[in-house]
């Protein structure tokens, strides 16, 4: 290690604004070293200890994501730094390197320690330092107050959208139990009107199997018991009612036009009213009535069941996209996080607009932070309806490239400004009107994608058609971690 003549110094662009009598300081306190190719001049997490300028050379900047290696620059001109560059934020602290310098060729480096670099920052520019202090932290408060206010706006959304989608199946199935008492209560009577009226246990146990035969609402009359329901036409329902009606007319029934259509959607017909008659005699109108009040049952319990499993899916959508039973870093299936926050936003996506999926049939599990990934598609699909609206297709599809995931989420709305696509990702930066938007989803979901899970997000807008691609290596290693913000090699 040797000294480096201020004269030297005075020819980097970092150092050529300094006196004589700072370039002396500079050339006392610091020192020139010599790095073979592809050797290491700081590693990423290890103690900031030095600020290191390139003198001659060629360095290479890279920053672990996930336990991999990311090339984030490479340069050969002289002056560019890396290494310990904020240490005048408080040089009573120790900070670690936030990006690991590699020499690519032969490199001679000038090496200042860190706190002889802090105090030269602090003493020669005091202004200068309590503006990029507070700037640094004002920055940082800032995003991490709004990146909270965002997560928490849309997480209100988020649960207004599901108390919604779970009111009308909880509603639903409130209305038929308590309906269903009343259907109990009522058959049972008519069970023992028949009872009481002579008709005996063998016949009773008839219409019971009867009963037990048409367990499926819907089916054709006269089908194969346990064959699959057919689907029929207006008209065939209608002539289904016409002909049961009359029948049951013509056999002493006084409401047989109230009885037939529930009938009938049952799955009775003439014949099967036919065998009622024969079990019940001369009790026909009674039996017939109990028939009908037990098949409501049915249809209740249906109704019930399926509201149920409604509100199951409903919650199971929102398990699958807060991610809450799932380690943080696991493989997952991409169409279930979209499908998930698809269902968790179908509130705001509204009648006008046209929700189109098409999802590679062959993609594999990606590597990923599952509940992060769902915000970055909450991001940006809410985006795309604001774009549109109101009115508009929406369309969500998943494919591979090149040893990728890629989901495009596009929409038709008035699309981006080209002046705009290149500043879409900045903090803040927001194409919304005031009050309506922070600036900080798309910049959330960009850190998301290329800091966690080292993939890109391509943006391609025109009116009527703007699409966002968002890269998922399709391989990641074991593990996970955030990388830090890139500092140094500045220019």
């Not at 979209?338 to 999926?357: A, F, Q, W, Y």
């Not at 990641?476 to 971690?481: D, L, S, V």
């Amino acid at each position: 290690m040797t000294t480096v003549p201020p004269g030297e110094l005075r020819g980097l662009f970092l150092f050529e604004a300094l006196d004589d009598a700072k370039l002396a300081w500079l050339s006392s306190h610091g020192t020139a070293r010599e790095h073979p190719a592809d050797s290491v001049v700081c590693a990423q997490g290890d103690p900031a200890e030095f600020l290191y300028v390139l003198l001659d050379g060629e360095v290479l900047m890279t920053q672990l994501v996930r336990g991999h290696s990311v090339e984030v620059s490479r340069t050969s001109r002289p002056g560019v730094y890396g290494g310990a560059v904020q240490a005048y934020l408080d040089d009573r602290v120790v900070q670690k390197y936030q990006h690991t310098l590699r020499a690519l060729a032969p490199s001679r480096i000038f090496a200042l320690p860190a706190r002889k670099f802090a105090k030269a920052v602090r003493e020669w520019f005091p202004m200068a330092t309590h503006l990029l202090e507070g700037n640094f932290v004002g920055m940082s408060n800032s995003r991490r107050a709004v990146d909270q206010r965002e997560r928490l706006t849309a997480l209100g959304t988020i649960t207004a959208g599901l108390t919604h989608e779970l009111n009308n199946p909880a509603a639903a199935a409130a209305r038929a139990s308590a309906e269903l008492g009343d259907r109990l209560l009522g058959a049972q009577r008519r069970l023992a009107e028949l009872a009481a009226a002579g008709v005996d246990c063998g016949h009773l146990g008839t219409l019971v199997r009867l009963r037990e035969r048409l367990k499926e609402p819907g089916a054709t009359p006269g089908a194969t018991p346990g064959a699959t329901p057919a689907a029929r036409g207006p008209m065939e329902v209608s002539d289904a009612e016409d002909e049961l009606g009359d029948w049951l007319e013509e056999h002493g029934v006084g409401d047989a036009w109230d009885l037939a259509p529930g009938l009938v959607a049952a799955g009775i017909g003439v014949a099967d009213a036919e065998e009622v008659a024969a079990a019940a005699g001369d009790q026909l109108p009674a039996a017939t009535r109990w028939l009908a009040e037990v098949l409501e049952v049915a249809q209740l319990q249906s109704e019930i069941s399926e509201a149920m499993s409604r509100i199951t899916a409903l919650l199971d959508s929102a398990r699958q996209y807060s991610q809450l039973d799932r380690a943080e870093y696991h493989r997952a299936d991409l169409r279930e996080l979209l499908d998930s926050t698809l269902t968790m936003l179908r509130r705001k996506i509204g009648p006008g607009v046209e929700l189109r999926t098409d999802y590679a049939p062959d993609l594999p599990p990606v590597p990923v932070f599952a509940a992060e990934l769902n915000q970055v598609w909450t991001n940006l699909i809410v985006n795309a309806l604001h774009a549109m609206g109101g009115t508009g297709t929406l369309t969500v599809r998943t494919g591979r490239e090149n040893g990728n995931a890629v989901v495009e989420i596009a929409d038709t709305g008035h699309g981006i400004p080209e002046d705009d696509l290149g500043r879409i990702f900045t903090p803040f930066f927001t194409t919304k009107p005031v009050g309506q938007g922070t600036g900080l989803g798309l910049d959330i979901s960009w850190r998301i994608i290329a800091d966690r899970h080292n993939g890109d997000i391509r943006v391609e807008s025109r009116p009527g058609d703007t699409r966002f691609q968002v890269v998922l290596p399709l391989k990641g290693p074991a593990g996970g971690g955030e990388a830090s913000g890139a500092d140094g090699l500045g220019e």
